[in-house]
């Protein structure tokens, strides 16, 4: 397992990097924009993880801009931690065989998200290419939030 990033809803970009980067001196490595999806990532490294941030993804913050404007409260604008696996249909079996519910099921050989004890959110991601799709996953359902 390898930790990967912290996600962070924000409000305003140019504010957020702003912050981030010009006060904090956390610099810009990656952005991805999702006209599907409505949403906008900016992947950020602190100095010293610039270059593994850049060629190995990680570790990073991550920004999440939702271009349809919502007020996060309750702790929202907190997104998840996330974990890249070696295998995910092997982590969320081990993880279900000691009691821990799988909120959204690797359907797609990719990812999946799991709550810790204190609802803290984890998304687990495959390493590498995603594994093909497999049953039981590919038709479980969510469970609860994630």
């Keep these: 397992m390898r930790y990967l990033h912290t996600m962070v809803r924000v409000k305003d970009v ?3 990097l702003d912050f981030y980067c010009n006060k904090l001196g956390l610099k810009e490595v990656r952005r991805v924009e999702s006209q599907e999806g ?3 990532l900016i992947f950020l490294a602190a100095p010293e993880d610039e270059h593994t941030g850049i060629t190995e993804k990680a570790p990073l913050v991550e920004l999440t801009y939702n271009w349809d404007p919502e007020d996060y ?3 929202r604008n ?3 931690l ?3 696996v070696d295998d995910i249909y092997e ?3 081990r993880l279900m065989d000691m009691g821990v519910t799988i909120n959204r099921p ?3 050989g990719n990812m999946a998200f799991v709550k810790s004890p204190d609802g803290i ?3 687990l991601l495959q390493k590498g290419d995603a594994k093909a799709k497999s049953e039981p996953w590919a038709s479980m359902a969510n469970t609860g939030t994630w």
């Design 38 to 40: 409505k949403f906008t």
């Design 14 to 16: 140019d504010i957020s």
């Design 91 to 93: 982590t969320c079996q």
């Design 82 to 84: 996330a974990y890249e």
């Design 121 to 123: 959110s984890i998304e």
């Design 106 to 108: 690797p359907r797609d």
């Design 73 to 75: 409260d309750g702790g």
């Design 78 to 80: 907190f997104g998840h």
